[in-house]
Each structure stands twice: as C-alpha cells, then as structure tokens.
C-alpha cells in the first residue's frame, strides 16, 4: 500500500508522516494557524453542506413537515419507499438516464475533443460553438428542444419525415421517446464541457509516441487505441465520475422540459424529492429518497475508484 | 487530532446557530414616519393589477397602515415559493391564496391563524365561495375573488353559426366546433382550443356530473374526455401533446385568433379588456355560460376562489386582520370589480361596478354566463387534494398524448388513488 501513489480517497497528510514531532505548544499553534486558514471556507461548508446532509441522515428515520416537531418513526419512511410504485419507477428512470448519459456523453466529448485537436485556422470557432450549449441558460434549453421535439410541427421529426422515416416518434409527448429526448439534450448540453477536458489531457500526450508508433507503421486506429486511449485514462476517470454523480443529481433539465412526464415517464429520484419534501411537505419520507439516492452515487462512485486502481497496478 | 476538529465542528454549529436565531426579531415593523409596515405575499405585481388597486385603496381608507408587497415574480410557481418560504419561518403578515389545494395544505400544516372570528362578523350569504374555506370548523382565508369558467367566442368567426349560445350543451358545441374550423398549417383557425391543465376536463365533469374528484372512481370523466379527444382527431382542436411541448398560451390562440371558441376562467376577462384598451389587438369576444351536459337545465360550472389568509408567524396579526375585512368586503369587492374581476363578496352595487366597466359585454348571453346557477368548486378540499391532484395530472397527461385509452387511464387514476393515498 506504500508503495502506490496517494489517491483522491488517501489524503496526503504530511504532518502526521513526519519524523520527531516538534515540542507541543508549537505543534499547537501551528495547529491552530492551519485551522484559522480553512476556517472561513469551512464555516461556509459546515452551514450550507454540512449539517444539512447530517440533518437529511436524521430527517429520514423522522417524520416532519417542516412545522411540526420532528417525530422519530425508525424504518417506516423506508418501508413505505420500499412499497411505492413511484419510488421505483423514479429510480428506474434515473438508471435509465444514468445508462444513457454517462456513455453517450463520454463518447461525443472524446470524440469531437480528438476532431478539434489541431492546429487549423479558426478551429477556436468550433471549439467555441461546442462549449456554448453549456453556458446557455438550461430553462432556455429545455424549452427550446422541447420545441424541436414537439410531434407535428417540430424540426425533428420534419427532418426525419424528409429522409423517409414515416413512423416518426412522439419524443416528449411518448412514454417510451421522452426519456431518449432529455438524453439527446442532455448530451448537447453536456458534451462541450468534457470535450474542453478532453482537449487538456490530449495536449499532454507527448507527440513523440506518436512518431515512433508511426516508424512501426501503426495506423491512425491503432495509434488511437494504443496511445490516445490509454494516456487519457486519467482524464477519462475524472470525466466518468464527474458524469456519474451528474447524471443520477438530475433535476432542472427533466423539471423544465417534461416535469416527469408524461405520466411518470421520465420522473427521476431529485424531482421526487423535491415534490415529497418541498411541495407536500413530507420531509422525513423525502429525506430517506435522498438518503438511498447518496448510497447508490456513493457505492456507484467507489466501484469506479476501485476499477481505476486496480488497472493503475 | 480528533477531538479537535470535533471541538472545531461544535464551535462552528453553535456560532452558527447564534447567528441564524439572531435573523429576525419579532417586533412590528413601522416607517420613518410611525406608520405600521404590513407585509403581503403576491405574484407578478407589475401585470396584476388587482393587487395594486387593492393596497392603494386599502392605505387611503387607512393612513396608519403602510402596505409592502412581497413580490414573487415567477407567478406558476407561487406556491412552491411560498411554501419554501413558510417553510423556512417567513413572518409575512397577509399571505394571498392563489388556490383552495394549496390553501387546505398550508392550513392543514397549520401555518394559517384562524380568521373565525372575522368570518362570523360578516354577512356571510355575500360572500361567494367562502364555504370552500371551512376547514375542520375553521376558517383560514376569506375569498376576495371567485373566478369561475365561461366559454368566450370570437364573435367575428361566429357570426354565421346558428346556433343558441346560451343553451349549449357539449355535443352542440363539439359540433359547432368542427364546423368552425378552417385553414390548414400556418392558416389554420381552430373550432376551439383546450388548454393543458387537466381542469378543462376534470372539473367541468366533476361540477356537471356531480362526481367526486377524490372519491376514487373516475368513470364520470368518461364523456368529457370523449368529447375532448374526438375533437383533436377530427382537428377541431389542437392536440394537447404540440399545446404542451410548444407550451401555447391560451391568450395567444383566442386573442390571436387562432381559435374561435375557448373554455377559460372570468380572470381573462380582465387581460382582454386591458390588452384591447392598450391596443394590443382588435379581438371582438363575447363570454356564453360553459356548455352543459344536457339541454334546458341550470348552469352549473367550476370556479376557483382567490383568498387572503394571515400566517401564524405575522408580525403585524391585527394590521393583517384590519387589511383582510377591507379587501375582501365590499369595498374591496368594488376595487376589483372595478378592474373587470369578479368578486367574491357581492351586492347591487359591486354588480353594477363590475357591469359598468368600460368593454364589458352586457348582452342577454354574457349576462346569463356571468350569473351561473351552480359554481362548484374545481378541486374539493381534504388533506388528500395535493396527493390526489398529482396522480390525477400525471394519468390526464397520459389519456390525453394517447398512451392509455380513455377506459384504462380512468381505471388507473382509480386504482392508484386508492392504493397510494392514504
């Protein structure tokens, strides 16, 4: 275990691995220096994170709506998630956005990274249109694309009318396209900004690997399995997990474009929580949604950490 | 090392604590000049009249008072807001109710003061749709307005139907709706156009047919959804998926012509009146009673009353008080009707306001749709309404984008009301 480099989940903790700790008082005050440094951004995190995710640990064995006094329940918020229809259909459809973004997402950045990765005249142009569908106003996005996939008038499916697709999908207005719809959006949206961290790990790739695996006559397909692939690993980790806790927090895209539905079609577990927290009031019910939400980004996020490692030996 | 940084974390909550406790203190609020400030939660201040109207009346009649409106801009979500904000211990004294579910949410968490006693001063037989606010024996909110649901014609697109628009019942108006239609694409005018919410439907059956909205059998809705789906398949109507994804406003159908007929609450009223004075557009619209299930009988039709309540937190309880009995009797009543809205307290005087408004149809028709015989409430009051209206949205989305039929969508609403809402 020494041996391996410190990772994301091993702080490096340099006071602790020095030799002959130096007299008490002064390890106190440098101590206390140290602490008075992080303490205004540590104040900020402890009362706007902290304690409200150690009070939603609480909350969900609790029953409240916000004006009542707290009333401790044990386990019968979770039984009642376990029993509900919607629960279920809500996580469902985060997995099934979850499945759909993080790949989707993965592929288009990598892929347009590689394309703009050269040195050609306006290429900046290019870059730039592809990073702006994520500084627009997501609202603005939502509706927008709800409007390209509106059934009749719609440019989709006049486009795909063109090419000769007669059974054009129903996208925001189906049970089975809706979800297929938010992903396609949610791509554009998303793939500008991995794409940007793609090209900053591309720019780190030594160029001479390239040449001496053209001097084997390597071609541009193996080059970019042999090369590209493999020195982005580090990137495309950071990418994975970044995608992954973004996929299963989503909330404002499916809130704007269909509010979940229709029906409970593309209801995922964030809106759930807010509609059982915010709007019904029911916070403790609400809280252990958003506590089996943490578990399963938690559990998703170590198994990607523990990949990473065992492929880094 | 550890129980330093637990000191730490103890310090910070503490410090932290003190400082949130110390947010608000529990004193009335007054002006440089010793008036008493009263807070009032509303939407859209700027495109809502109403609102100002009523304080700049309220604070003539009471020059000791000062009204500070808290404005929330995002009007669709007001509740949502509102709710955060009690949620998080908001002291604003006079809390408008811009529906009676959100209402009986509010007073069933008991975040409303109870307003009985004002009730019981009142002459309560004035006060359209006060019975709606009876909770438990208590009264929470007093109605100030009670929209309730009309049908509005382009009188220029009807001029040639022959048909007795004060006795309409639904199948004469889904035939004259199919008559009415013309144009194809950009040209096209629609016979009529229902709006998304699943109100147009639900409530209009619920009120005609005397069904029960929370009862858990749905099979009343049957002929209304019938009627309404074989409009859009004959194009009479535009389909409810391009209204929702295009997110279409009803103003712009009927006021832009686009649509020749269109259910819609008295609220519109007052915006046609206001956009053609301005010069917004040249609409000749006439309001007809809502279409009713068979010939000859009374008009029965749904509404939803707007009300003021005083949170339980206010600073200014008794201003807050002084404030509700104003607005909501019948001087109040004459500011809004003033406006072209519809009051909820009623007499001969506010009726002879609310007539005398300047463009406001006084035709035998329009006067028969603004005095329905029967105004039921669109959605009944229980601890159940938010539960049941959620399920009773998501399987009206559903019957209506065609992914379940009109049959197995009524079963399932059902089904899960009963199985999920306890």
């Not at chain 2, 156009?193 to 809705?221: E, N, P």
């Not at chain 2, 019938?226 to 159908?253: C, F, H, R, V």
């Not at chain 2, 012509?257 to 269109?262: E, I, Q």
């Amino acid at each position: 275990m020494a041996s391996t480099p410190p990772t994301l989940l091993e702080p490096v903790v340099t006071g602790a691995a020095r030799p002959a700790a130096p007299k008490p008082v002064r390890r106190r005050r440098t101590a206390l220096v140290g602490w008075s440094f992080i303490l205004p951004n540590f104040v900020g995190f402890a009362a706007l994170t902290l304690i409200p995710i150690v009070a939603t640990l609480g909350l969900a064995f609790m029953q409240w709506n916000s004006y009542s006094t707290p009333e401790w329940v044990g386990l019968d918020n979770f039984r009642r998630l376990w029993a509900s229809e919607t629960f279920w259909m809500a996580l469902r459809n985060t997995a099934y956005y979850a499945v759909g973004h993080i790949p989707l997402t993965l592929v288009a950045a990598l892929g347009f990274a590689v394309l703009l990765n050269r040195k050609l005249r306006g290429i900046g142009i290019f870059r730039t249109a592809l990073f702006f569908p994520y500084i627009t106003s997501l609202v603005a996005v939502a509706v927008v694309w709800n409007m390209l996939f509106s059934p009749d008038a719609g440019p989709v499916n006049q486009f795909l009318h063109a090419i000769g697709v007669s059974e054009t999908p129903g996208w925001t207005t189906s049970t089975t396209w809706a979800m297929p719809a938010v992903i396609i959006t949610s791509v554009w949206r998303d793939l500008g900004y991995y794409m940007v961290l793609y090209l900053a790990g591309l720019q780190t790739i030594p160029g001479e690997l390239y040449e001496a695996a053209e001097v084997d006559g390597a071609g541009p397909w193996a080059r970019f399995w042999h090369i590209t692939v493999p020195s982005l690993r580090p990137t495309t980790f950071f990418v994975l997990i970044m995608l992954t806790i973004s996929s299963f927090k989503v909330f404002d895209l499916v809130q704007v474009m269909t509010e979940g539905g229709p029906g409970r079609s593309t209801l995922v577990l964030s809106q759930l929580i807010y509609r059982e927290g915010v709007r019904e009031g029911r916070f403790g019910y609400s809280s252990a949604v958003a506590l089996v939400l943490f578990v399963i980004v938690l559990l998703v996020t170590v198994v990607q950490f523990r990949v990473q490692q065992r492929g880094e030996k | 090392m550890k129980s330093t940084i637990m000191k730490a974390v103890a310090t910070a909550t503490a410090l932290l604590l003190t400082v949130a406790a110390c947010g608000g203190g529990d004193e009335p609020e007054t002006t440089s000049d010793g008036k008493t400030v009263l807070t009032m939660s509303l939407w859209n201040y700027a495109s809502t009249p109403e609102f100002k109207a009523l304080i700049d009346g309220f604070e003539a009649d009471n020059p000791t008072i000062k009204i500070k409106p808290v404005d929330i801009l995002a009007g669709e979500d007001y509740a949502e807001k509102l709710t955060t904000m009690l949620a998080g211990g908001d002291q604003t004294d006079v809390l408008t109710m811009k529906n009676v579910t959100d209402y009986a949410r509010y007073a069933n968490r008991g975040q409303l003061a109870s307003l009985s006693d004002e009730v019981a001063k009142v002459d309560a037989a004035k006060y359209r749709g006060l019975d709606a606010f009876k909770l438990n024996g208590d009264y929470f909110a007093v109605p100030y307005r009670q929209d309730f649901w009309v049908l509005y014609y382009n009188k220029a697109l009807l001029k040639d139907a022959k048909v007795d628009l004060a006795n309409l019942t639904w199948q004469q108006y889904a035939d004259l709706a199919k008559s009415l239609t013309t144009g194809a694409d950009a040209s096209k005018v629609y016979g009529t156009y229902h709006h998304t919410w699943r109100s147009v439907i639900q409530a209009t059956a619920a009120a005609q047919t005397k069904g029960d909205l929370l009862g858990g059998d749905y099979t009343f809705l049957k002929n209304q959804y019938s009627m309404a789906l074989d409009l859009e398949k004959a194009g009479a109507t535009m389909p409810w998926g391009t209204a929702n994804t295009q997110k279409i406003g009803y103003d712009s159908m009927f006021s832009g012509g686009k649509a020749a007929m269109l259910p819609m609450g008295t609220w519109y009223v007052a915006k046609l009146l206001t956009d053609i004075a301005a010069g917004k557009h040249k609409t000749e619209w006439g309001i007809a009673p809502m279409p009713q299930v068979a010939a000859g009988g009374p008009v029965t039709t749904f509404g939803s009353p707007t009300a003021f309540a005083v949170n339980k937190k206010a600073k200014n309880a008794a201003a807050a008080r002084t404030f509700i009995n104003w607005a909501t009797g019948p001087k109040g009543a004459t500011t809004i009707a003033k406006l072209g809205l519809y009051p909820a307290y009623t007499d001969d005087a506010v009726l002879a306001a609310f007539g005398a408004v300047q463009g406001m149809p006084s035709d035998p028709v329009a006067k028969k749709a603004l005095a329905p015989d029967q105004v039921t409430l669109e959605m009944p009051i229980s601890d159940k309404s938010s539960d049941v209206d959620a399920i009773l949205t998501e399987e009206h989305e559903l019957i209506m984008v065609g992914e379940k039929s009109v049959d197995a969508g009524l079963a399932e609403m059902g089904k899960r009301v009963k199985s999920e809402v306890s």
